[in-house]
């Protein structure tokens, strides 16, 4: 620590780093803040990492970023191409298509800068996916954390809308039917599609201003709120302090883990350098998105296998499977049923998911701050509707590849889709109901072992002549994590104060039926006595 | 000229593995050629009666049962007359007939004849009718203009077979299959004739130069590996996705399990 | 048991400790059983072998700086590489061994430090875990009331709420302030242009010939064989100094021939093919893709976007996928050299859906 308070006895013996410290602290009164936040604990546990994965992935991306902004031109103008790639050579293409195979073929490291890019924002949009999914599952978006899980949602959204705006940017045949399908979906929106489409691309599509009007919103306006949101958003962690999982000594009023300074600025220093050292070697040995193959973008060609990033693909799947026939003329006017219902399903989903917790809270009525992270089994009911969310998305993801599904397994593409259709459908009902059962047989089997000890695989022999398997007890410290969760319960009907039964009490106490008709109490000591005692008998 | 000045100034690493590479291509390109040039010698006479004899003597045992005896063709396989020599050998080349079961199409598999003998075959369907015959060897060496080609790949072929000849699916269960590893005769050969659901692409289409520029570009992707590393199928967004998710995320949560596992 | 809404004073099992009244808030639907397990309290701490150790400990310190080196050699490794392997131009090999030697020593330089920091941490740093006092995260009572005194004094002094006249004439005002810049973006597109107008019209037009795609010779009848598919553009697309590609994404034609007894044709657009030969729009009906494979024996048309598939041999009408409508036909005849020529400009609107088409 070098700005230890400069308690030095002997002037004369000042170290520069103490004079250094000193100078700046007096300029800044940075002390505050080491002394304030050096020491704070981190709890630890591999899934508490996701959101840093994230973050430490979209540095490599603004760092590489930046480097391919010196090189990249975003303009659609035509040239002639003449650089070292010999299928391509003489070819028209729009000038960020050229600067962009230039910066692969004829700048060394550039292929390695933009490999990295692409693959960085892939792990990007990925991590915050997963880390997204922890938060679900442990239910760490409970107050005080609501308002939080609002922002890294934004911030989700953002992440996407940035990785499309980048992979549109080269202006290769890939993206510019990706942009084709974009403009086909804002013309079917009723009243604004066709004028919205006409602004957006600066007249018709193509045009010649979408690659540059992207290129504004890729490194200027998304990167800025994506900033700013990550630091509001990290400045949250601090101020709530991260969440833990149950354990001995883990109260809802204190955090445990190692401290910032050093172990966990070790660590979690350590593990920039590690992400970003999988990502560059990820980039060194694997292509991504040679658009060399694609070409410049025509109107003309398209490729078999035409898909967006991974990361749009729920909304490309969620296109494919709509059935023939979902269009209509209706008041002289076109409804496109085939986009807005892909459209308005996804904006449901999105909306359930970013009001998750505040929907959770209502129902349960609970207003105290949670800081102990839920075991998924514990919370059985928002477990199985978070499976059935992911199988719904996951239906929508499998979509967007439904060909090469077909092709690589030997379906039909008709096959894929119809069975996708399905899985959309019928898939979130099936995961729900066998998640909830799981979780509730899991916590059966957890009440087991507090009351009785885990199996420990010896058998003796009573003096009675009966066999029986020797359980081994739990020790207190083991037994903590499985016992110390609160369990909820359906809500009663009871007039309020005007003797009222209102609407929403009426749905607030379905919705909690719902939630905790089926649920597991934690073991009591009342429980583990009486168990024991039976035992004994 | 200091291209050359260059390339004495500087000795790569690996220039020795590069020269013993060379030399064991130069010794098996030797080999090859005179291999080829007793091919060539035992090749069949077009023109030949005999030829066509012992073409018709291989129909008839192997196809006529789908196509006639005199590939007029029957109520299980379209008539052979004048579907030309090009046709012939693509499919019975490239091991597609005969077919082993009837099916969304003709699967590719080892080929069950001879060069010779798929000559053979091919002559004595040529002779029945006018059709494309095999294509003279300068149209597909792959001596064209690759950036051409790849344009005109792009807007004839990309669709079905992928931008970089990964192949892509039909409708279904049909697919167009992966151009990777096709011998540039084939490819000309499933232009000029269209073999199960693939258009022609005649010569007034796309001509044989042209077609001679295809094949070029597809020898140049196949030649030089993809200058980012391996390619994951070229199959584009959806391979890169999966590739992430399991591999870089996979790989990254590996490595937070052993970050945040207590040392012992 | 089954009550609604506890009061705070219940909370007890959980949150034993003193700070836990701070956090007293209403538990909800929360089952908080009186004779529920209290902490334990923390562990005995464990100490790891390179704690007890000290060859381990040496041990651990030889990894760790060896891992730091091994990343200054790779930072010295990527950067002679950086100049082993120049980029010869048209040389695409040597591009690839650029981008894996330069990029496999960044990745060693990297994973040496975040490997050695991550190993240091792990066995060298002293392992006893720091444990923080969380506080409620809302503001106390006192600063909560002091807050809202602030806002009541500024509402007083200023008058905010008395004076509705200024205040409402004020919000009228900051409402209308953002209009103009909206109105700016109609700037976006072209001032003297209409979406609709455009969207209706495309280059074809009377006695057009029909052209190659990309390299616009003009197709004769004869040339198109029953089995084929050419890609076709306007004859003069490629001439136009402006807006080709806007041109050809509205103007691209897939010209077909069939055994006119396999086409089934409408009687008023009999008159649209030519002794079987079709030509149909290539811009899909549903998003805009497109759709170009074509199955010469099915005569089905696929696009390989949303798989939407057309049937040809029945004036490509929807038989899969989510595109409502058949591909626009472009009217066609031949000329007296026998080429290929548009009868007019299509009768619809081609490609996607848009509000006001019909």
């Known amino acids: 620590m070098t700005t230890a308070p400069t308690q030095s006895p002997a002037p004369a013996k000042r170290t520069f780093t103490a004079a250094a410290s000193e100078y700046v602290n007096d300029r800044t009164g940075i002390a505050v803040a080491i002394k304030g936040l050096g020491r704070k604990a981190f709890p630890d546990h591999w899934s508490f990492l996701l959101g840093e994965v994230a973050l430490f992935s979209f540095i490599i991306v603004l760092l590489s970023g930046t480097f391919l902004t010196f090189f990249f031109q975003a303009s659609m103008a035509e040239v002639h191409y003449d650089g070292s790639y010999v299928p391509l050579k003489g070819v028209e293409m729009s000038v960020a298509m050229a600067s962009t195979l230039d910066i692969s073929f004829d700048i060394r490291g550039g292929l390695f800068v933009r490999q990295m890019h692409h693959w960085a924002a892939l792990l990007f949009v990925a991590a915050i996916g997963l880390h997204m999914l922890r938060v679900f599952f442990t239910g760490a978006f409970r107050k005080p954390r609501e308002i939080n899980w609002v922002f890294g949602f934004i911030l989700f959204i953002l992440a996407m809308a940035e990785g499309f705006t980048g992979y549109s940017l080269p202006d290769d045949l890939l993206s510019g039917n990706g942009l084709r399908i974009i403009d086909g979906m804002i013309k079917g929106f009723p009243i604004i599609g066709t004028w919205t489409s006409f602004l957006f691309f600066g007249g018709e599509f193509p045009g010649t201003a979408i690659v540059g009007r992207l290129y504004t919103l890729h490194i200027l306006l998304l990167p800025a709120l994506v900033v700013a949101l990550i630091a509001v958003h990290v400045g949250y962690v601090f101020i709530h302090k991260h969440t833990q999982f149950a354990g001995p000594g883990r109260e809802p009023t204190n955090s445990v883990g190692p401290p910032i300074l050093p172990i966990y600025a070790a660590k979690a220093g350590g593990f920039m350098f590690l992400i970003w050292g999988v990502v560059s070697v990820i980039a060194a040995l694997f292509t991504i998105n040679p658009i060399w193959n694609y070409g410049p973008y025509d109107p003309s060609p398209v490729s078999a296998g035409t898909q967006p990033d991974w990361y749009i693909g729920f909304a490309d799947g969620a296109l494919r499977l709509i059935p023939p026939g979902w269009e209509f003329v209706w008041l002289d006017r076109t409804w496109s049923f085939n986009i807005l219902v892909p459209v308005i399903a996804i904006g449901i989903f999105i909306l359930l998911v970013v009001l998750y917790p505040f929907i959770e809270a209502w129902i349960k009525g609970d207003k105290r701050e949670h800081h102990i992270a839920d075991r998924p089994r514990n919370a059985p009911t928002r477990t199985a509707i978070g499976a059935a969310g992911v199988t719904f998305y996951a239906g929508l993801w499998a979509a967007a590849a439904s060909d090469l599904i077909a092709t690589h397994f030997s379906l039909t593409m008709e096959g894929v889709i119809h069975a996708l259709q399905a899985t959309v459908i019928l898939g979130p009902i099936i995961a729900y109901f066998i998640t909830k059962r799981v979780c509730l047989a899991l916590q059966k089997k957890d009440r087991e072992i507090v009351l009785h000890g885990y199996e420990s695989g010896r058998i003796v022999k009573l003096p009675g002549g009966e066999f029986i398997e020797v359980h081994q007890p739990l020790d207190e410290y083991e037994r903590w994590r499985l016992v110390s969760y609160n369990s909820y319960e359906p809500l009663m009907l009871r007039p309020n104060a005007r003797g009222k039964i209102t609407m929403g009490q009426r749905v607030r106490a379905g919705l909690s039926r719902w939630f905790f008709e089926d649920r597991i109490a934690p073991v009591t000591r009342g429980e583990l006595e009486a168990a024991h005692s039976t035992q004994h008998h | ?264 | 048991m089954a009550q609604d809404d506890h009061s705070g004073t219940e909370l007890a099992a959980a949150d034993s400790s003193h700070a836990a009244q701070e956090f007293a808030g209403s538990t909800g639907t929360a089952v908080i059983p009186q004779d529920a397990f209290t902490n334990p309290g923390f562990e005995p701490h464990r100490p790891r072998v390179t704690d007890e150790d000290p060859k381990r400990q040496k041990r651990a310190q030889r990894t760790v700086y060896t891992l730091f080196y091994l990343s200054v050699l790779g930072s010295v490794w990527a950067i002679a590489a950086y100049m082993l392997f120049p980029i010869e131009s048209n040389d695409v090999g040597a591009v690839r061994l650029n981008n894996m030697f330069v990029g496999l020593g960044i990745a060693l330089a990297l994973l040496g430090i975040g490997f050695g920091a991550v190993h240091w941490g792990k066995s060298l740093m002293t392992s006893a875990e720091a444990i923080d006092i969380r506080h409620p995260i809302g503001s106390s009572q006192a600063t909560q009331q002091g807050a809202v005194e602030v806002l009541r004094e500024a509402d007083e002094e200023s008058g905010f709420s008395r004076r509705t006249v200024i205040r409402n004439s004020l919000i009228a005002a900051l409402l209308a302030v953002p209009l103009p810049a909206v109105v700016l973006f109609r700037g976006l597109a072209p001032q003297d242009q209409l979406p609709v107008e455009l969207l209706s019209h495309t280059m074809w037009a009377q006695g057009t010939r029909l052209a190659l795609d990309p390299s616009g010779v003009p197709i004769k009848a004869s040339d198109v064989t029953i089995g084929s598919a050419f890609h076709v553009i306007p004859e003069g697309l490629n001439d136009l100094e402006h807006g080709r590609l806007e041109e050809k994404a509205k103007a691209a034609v897939l010209l077909m021939r069939l055994d006119p007894s396999e086409l089934n044709e409408q009687p008023d657009r009999a008159s649209w093919s030519y002794d079987g030969i079709v030509a149909y729009s290539k811009i899909c009906t549903h998003v805009g893709c497109p759709v170009a494979l074509y199955e010469q024996h099915t005569h089905h048309l696929l696009c390989p976007c949303h798989q939407s598939q057309f049937d040809v041999a029945n004036h490509c009408e929807v038989i899969f996928g989510p595109a409502k409508r058949p591909l626009p036909q472009l009217p066609i005849a031949v000329d007296d050299e026998g080429y290929l020529i548009a009868q007019s400009d299509f009768t619809e609107p081609v490609g996607p859906s848009f509000w006001e088409r019909n």
């Open chain 2, 1 to 264: 000229m200091n291209r050359s000045k260059r390339r004495t100034g500087r000795r790569h690493p690996l220039a020795t593995v590069a020269l013993l590479a060379l030399g064991l291509v130069f010794t098996g390109g030797a080999y090859a050629a005179l291999n080829s040039t007793t091919a060539a010698q035992a090749e069949a006479e077009p023109t030949s009666q005999e030829t066509i004899d012992e073409g018709k003597k291989l129909f008839q045992a192997n196809c006529a049962t789908c196509h006639g005896l005199e590939a007029q063709g029957t109520g299980n396989g379209p008539s052979l007359i004048g579907v030309g020599a090009a046709s012939v050998d693509f499919q019975v080349g490239t091991g597609r007939m005969p077919m082993q079961m009837q099916g969304p199409q003709a699967q590719q598999k080892p080929p069950q004849f001879t060069d010779e003998q798929v000559k053979q075959l091919a002559y004595y369907v040529a002779s029945l009718g006018p059709g494309p015959d095999i294509p003279a060897d300068h149209l597909v060496n792959g001596g064209g203009d690759a950036a051409n080609g790849a344009e005109l790949f792009r807007i004839n072929c990309a669709m079905c077979h992928n931008v970089a000849g990964a192949g892509g699916a039909l409708t279904e269960g049909k697919f167009a299959p992966p151009l990777t590893d096709v011998s540039g005769v084939h490819i000309y050969e499933a232009m000029v004739t269209g073999p199960q659901n693939m258009p022609v692409f005649n010569d007034l289409n796309i001509t044989p130069e042209d077609k001679r520029d295809i094949i070029t570009y597809l020898q140049y992707i196949q030649d030089n590996r993809s200058p980012g590393g391996f390619e994951l199928g070229s199959l584009g967004p959806v391979a890169e996705g999966l590739f992430i998710w399991i591999f870089g995320l996979g790989a990254i949560v590996a490595i937070t399990v052993w970050i945040t596992a207590k040392s012992n």
